[in-house]
C-alpha cells in the first residue's frame, strides 16, 4: 500500500453517512470533532483550554447618566479607529443627534434605566422587564455598564440606537437584539462596539441581528483596540449566542479568548481577526455563513484555533491571510462549506495539524503563496476538488505534508508554481487512481517508486519555485 499500512477510509457513502449523523447528532463543537477525530483516526493534538481572567466589575461609584451630542462620541471615536462609514451612523439619528453617555461611575442596565426615568432623560426605558434603547448609548472611559442574567436589551433599528463601548462592558447571561432587521446595502442596523481602552467580557448572552455588512468597524459585535493605550483586560467571549450577526470581530487586541460561542448563519465572516496577536479560538460552531469565511484572519499572529466545528457556509471554512505568521489550525472540523476548507494566502509559520477537512466544495486545503507551513495528521476527504492544492509558493518556502488522509477527493494533491513540498507517510491508497494533479503530476512516477520500494518514505519536490529552506520547526521556532 501507499503510507500508512492501514487505510482507515474506502467507502465514499459510508463516509459521507457518517459525517452526516454526527453533525446532526452532537451537541457541540467540541463533540463533534472528537467523534470525526475517532472516526478518522487522528492523533489528539496537545492544546491547553484557554486561561480566562474574568476582569473585576466596579461596584462604585454610581453611574452619571447625561444627555450630549453625539458629535462628540464619533469624534472620539475617529481619534481611536478612524472615521470610515460614520456618515452612516449619523443619518441614522435623523433629527434627533443627542445620545445617552454614561459619564462616570458603574451601573447595571436595569438601574441606568431607572436613573434616566429619574432624571426625565428620554432614549432608554424598561417596559415589561425589557430595556428599550432608542437612542445611541455611550459608556465613557472610567465608567462602566453590566448587562446581568435575564437582561434584555432592544435597540431601535429606526431610531439608530446603538452601543459604543470607551469604558468596562460586561454582559452575562443577557439577550441584546435589535427591532427590526435591514437587509438593503444602506440600511442602518445597531451594533456593539467596543473601542480605546474599552473592555468586553461577554457570558452566555444572545445577540440577535446586529451589525451592518460592510461597514467596519459597525458590523456587528466588535472590539477594536487601536490606539495609543492598550485595554487594561483583552475581550473574552464565553458561551454565547450570534445569530443573523454581520460579524463577530476582533482588531489589533493583543490577547484575548473567543471560546464555546455559536455563530449562526453570519451575514459577513463568522468570526474575524485582524491584526491580532495571542487571540485563542476555541470550541466555536460557526454555522451557515452568508457572506464571508467561517473563521478569517488577517495579519495575525501567534493565533490559535482549535476544536472548533466550521460547516455550512456560503464561502471558504478558514481564511487567513494578509502576511499573518504562527497560526495554529489543529483539531478543527471544516466540512460541507461551499469553497475551500482551509485556504491560506501570504501566510508563514502556519501549522494545520489533526482537522478533519471534509465535504467542501472546492479543496479542502490550499496553500496560496505561502511561506513555511506544516500539514500533519489530518483527514482530507470527499472534498470536490483536491484534498490539499498549493499554488504561487514563494521562494524560500517550505510546505511538510506528513501522516495525513487523503480519500475520496477529485484528486489528492495539485499544484501551479511549486516550491519545495515534502511529502512523508500519507495515507492515500483510498484516494487511488487520481493521486496528483497539475504541476505534481510530473513527480508521481517517482513517488510511487519510493514509498512502495524504500523503507525511507519521505519524498522531496523542489519545484521551479523551489529555494532550499529549513524544516519547519527550525524557521518557525520562537527562540
Not at 23 to 44: E, H, K
Not at 133 to 140: D, F, K, Q, S, Y
Request: charged share 15%; aromatic share 4%; glycine share 14%.
Amino acid at each position: 500500500g501507499l503510507g500508512l499500512a492501514t487505510p482507515v477510509w474506502t467507502d465514499a457513502s459510508k463516509a459521507q453517512a457518517l459525517i452526516n449523523a454526527v453533525i446532526t447528532n452532537t451537541g457541540d463543537a467540541q463533540d463533534t470533532v472528537g467523534q470525526l477525530a475517532d472516526i478518522f483516526q487522528l492523533d489528539p493534538t496537545a492544546t491547553a483550554s484557554p486561561a480566562v481572567q474574568r476582569p473585576d466589575f466596579a461596584n462604585g461609584p454610581e453611574g452619571k447618566l447625561i444627555s450630549a451630542d453625539l458629535q462628540l462620541a464619533m469624534t472620539q471615536l475617529s481619534i481611536h479607529i478612524g472615521s470610515n462609514n460614520q456618515i452612516r451612523v449619523v443619518r441614522a439619528q435623523g433629527d434627533q443627534r443627542d445620545a445617552l453617555v454614561l459619564q462616570s461611575g458603574y451601573t447595571s442596565l436595569r438601574d441606568l434605566a431607572k436613573t434616566a426615568k429619574d432624571q426625565g432623560i428620554d432614549g432608554l426605558r424598561m417596559e415589561d422587564g425589557i430595556v428599550h434603547l432608542t437612542r445611541p448609548l455611550v459608556v465613557w472611559l472610567g465608567a462602566g455598564l453590566k448587562l446581568e442574567p435575564g437582561d434584555q436589551l432592544v435597540m431601535d433599528a429606526a431610531r439608530g440606537a446603538f452601543l459604543l463601548g470607551f469604558g468596562q462592558i460586561e454582559m452575562v447571561g443577557a439577550d441584546v437584539q435589535t427591532t427590526r432587521a435591514g437587509s438593503g446595502p444602506a440600511e442602518f442596523r445597531p451594533f456593539v462596539l467596543i473601542t480605546g481602552q474599552g473592555t468586553l467580557f461577554a457570558q452566555s448572552t444572545k445577540f440577535t441581528g446586529l451589525g451592518m455588512v460592510g461597514a467596519d468597524p459597525f458590523g456587528g459585535v466588535v472590539v477594536a483596540a487601536r490606539g495609543l493605550f492598550p485595554p487594561k483586560f483583552p475581550p473574552i467571549l464565553i458561551g454565547n449566542t450570534f445569530e443573523d450577526v454581520g460579524v463577530v470581530s476582533l482588531v489589533g487586541v493583543n490577547g484575548g479568548v473567543v471560546d464555546g460561542n455559536l455563530v449562526d448563519a453570519g451575514r459577513g465572516n463568522g468570526i474575524a481577526l485582524t491584526a491580532v496577536q495571542g487571540v485563542q479560538v476555541t470550541g466555536n460552531a460557526v454555522i451557515n455563513t452568508v457572506g464571508g469565511a467561517g473563521v478569517k484572519v488577517a495579519n495575525g499572529s501567534d493565533v490559535l484555533l482549535t476544536d472548533n466545528l466550521i460547516s455550512g457556509g456560503a464561502h471558504n471554512g478558514i481564511s487567513i491571510g494578509g502576511n499573518s505568521r504562527g497560526i495554529r489550525i489543529t483539531s478543527n472540523a471544516v466540512l460541507k462549506n461551499a469553497e475551500t476548507g482551509i485556504a491560506t494566502q501570504r501566510a508563514t509559520c502556519v501549522l494545520v495539524e489533526g482537522n478533519s477537512i471534509a465535504q467542501n466544495g472546492a479543496s479542502g486545503l490550499r496553500l496560496n503563496e505561502s511561506g513555511v507551513s506544516r500539514v500533519q495528521g489530518n483527514a482530507l476527504v470527499l472534498n470536490t476538488n483536491s484534498g490539499l492544492n498549493v499554488g504561487a509558493q514563494r521562494k524560500g518556502g517550505r510546505v511538510e505534508v506528513a501522516e495525513n488522509l487523503l480519500a475520496g477527493n477529485r484528486v489528492g494533491l495539485s499544484g501551479a508554481a511549486i516550491g519545495e513540498v515534502v511529502l512523508d507517510q500519507n495515507n492515500l491508497s483510498s484516494q487511488m487512481p487520481r493521486l496528483f494533479d497539475g504541476e505534481f503530476s510530473q513527480y508521481l512516477a517517482a513517488y510511487l517508486t519510493q514509498v512502495q520500494q524504500r523503507s525511507d518514505k519521505t519524498y522531496r519536490i523542489a519545484g521551479p519555485a523551489g529555494q532550499q529552506a529549513g524544516p519547519f520547526l527550525t524557521a518557525c521556532s520562537k527562540g
